[in-house]
């Protein structure tokens, strides 16, 4: 009896039906179905909320970042921005913050992002570029945009040290010999370089006209910087001759003013008369 009881208790265990049991309604075995369905979709939305909110929360605000195979490009174009943004995601290849009221670039504005190879500036405000604006971005940018913005001299120390091709066409460039030497170290984008013009120049000839034309013809800024400094040197060292040529003047003259005086003072005093005895002692 004892044996036969222990017998139907394990089965019941198990999960075996009785005979002339019923089973109880509603017991699972555990560890053998699968997850609810309920759960299963709550998870994968919870899962791609999460995935919306990372990617939102890194796209800087008004823009856009689309994704494509991985890569990610900032779209900021024509949204009101006076500075650059600083939540640009680090992983973005493409920024795009033309059309905008950009007036400078700071120093380290772009520094963290080192797998950037577009970056476009161009129809903004820009007069001043910080020397150190773009580091972080020699090695892998491909196209930079300046075009259409109001810089007057190229900073060779922030665009110098770029592998990038350069666009600088319409900007109101003033002609002289450090741009002329600026624009020797830079690699300008071959499809816009006949669009940078003189806006002013040292010479008033070349103001209005193509830089790329003047600089074919042979003309070169730094020729006539170099006259204009020897000539101002030689009427600097003329200034300082004529100086010392007056102050050797005024020396003399004052010198023999003051002989004359002491003389005519010597002059104006009295003889004083001769002794006797000192001329009888005269042989």
């Known amino acids: 009896m004892g044996v036969s009881r222990c017998k139907v208790q394990g089965r019941t ?12 309604p509603g017991r699972v075995r555990m560890g053998t179905a699968g997850p609810s369905p309920l759960l299963v979709s709550t998870r994968r939305s919870c899962l791609f909320l999460l995935f919306c909110l990372r990617v939102g929360a890194s ?4 823009c856009r970042c689309p994704e494509h195979a991985g890569a990610v490009a ?19 290849v493409l920024l795009k913050l033309d059309a905008n009221k950009i007036s400078h670039i700071p120093n380290g504005a772009f520094q963290h992002l080192t797998q950037l ?11 001043t570029i910080s020397p150190a604006a ?15 913005n109001r810089i ?20 109101p460039l003033h002609c002289e010999c450090a741009l002329q030497e600026a624009l020797w170290e830079l690699k300008l984008d071959p499809d816009s370089v006949d669009e940078i013009a003189c806006h002013t120049s040292v010479q008033d000839e070349f103001v209005g006209k193509p830089l790329i034309q003047a ?21 600097t060292m003329f200034g300082w001759f004529a100086m010392v040529i007056a102050y050797v003047v005024y020396y ?14 010597l002059k104006s005093l009295p003889s004083a008369p001769v002794s006797k005895d000192l001329v009888g002692a005269v042989p």
């Open 13 to 24: 265990a198990r999960g075996e039906h009785h005979p002339g049991r019923k089973a109880r």
């Open 59 to 62: 796209c800087p605000h008004p």
């Open 74 to 92: 900032v779209h900021c174009s024509a949204r009101g921005l006076q500075e650059i943004p600083r939540d640009v995601p680090a992983e973005a």
């Open 117 to 127: 190879r577009e970056l476009d500036l161009s129809q903004n405000f820009i007069e």
């Open 134 to 148: 773009f580091s972080g971005l020699a090695g892998g940018l491909r196209l930079l945009d300046l075009s259409h």
């Open 152 to 171: 007057r001299r190229v900073p060779k120390d922030a665009l110098g040290k770029l592998s990038a091709k350069i666009r600088l066409s319409h900007n």
């Open 215 to 235: 600089l074919d013809s042979g003309v070169s800024f730094c020729s006539i910087h170099h006259k204009t400094t020897d000539v101002a040197m030689l009427v």
């Open 252 to 265: 003399v003259r004052h010198n023999q003013e003051d002989a004359r005086r002491h003389l005519e003072y």
